[in-house]
């Protein structure tokens, strides 16, 4: 999977609202200092673009999270089948990304040391 693979460019649409606290530059403030967004733009009063990494956030993540700062998702038939078909792309990508295990393997001959403590000392802590 190439690095330009690992970034997801989305729109949330909210319920309309007159109230400034619940439209899209309320949902960018609040999304721009969490880890993995890369930006969090207004595109209307009811409309925001995000652009995160899919190694940290995925859109149900990032829904669920903006439901829970009480902001009201626009739930129309056409918006919840788009998000229902981002959440299984979304699910199949993170599923196959590749790990570099090379990261965590140890040079040849060298063997973990792993922490450990004597036996007694934990008797010693009843006598």
């Known amino acids: 999977m190439e690095n330009a693979d690992r970034y997801r460019c989305r729109r949330i649409y909210l319920k309309q ?3 400034p606290a619940c439209q899209a530059r309320a949902v960018c403030d609040a999304l721009i200092n969490i880890d ?13 673009h995000i652009i995160y990494s899919l190694d940290k956030l995925s859109f149900e993540i990032v829904t669920e999270l903006l439901g829970e700062l009480d902001f009201e998702m626009d739930n129309s038939l056409l918006l919840t089948l788009r998000n229902s078909i981002f959440g299984f792309l979304e699910e199949n990508a993170r599923g196959n ?31």
């Not at 140890?106 to 010693?124: A, C, L, M, S």
Request: charge should be negative; hydrophobic fraction near 30%.
């Open 97 to 127: 990304m590749q790990i570099d295990v090379t990261e965590f393997q140890q040079e040849d001959g060298e063997i973990p040391q792993f922490p450990h403590q004597d036996t007694n000392k934990y008797w010693d802590d009843y006598r």
């Open 36 to 48: 993995g967004i890369l930006l969090a733009s207004p595109f209307s009063k009811s409309a925001a």
């Open 17 to 19: 609202s007159d109230d």
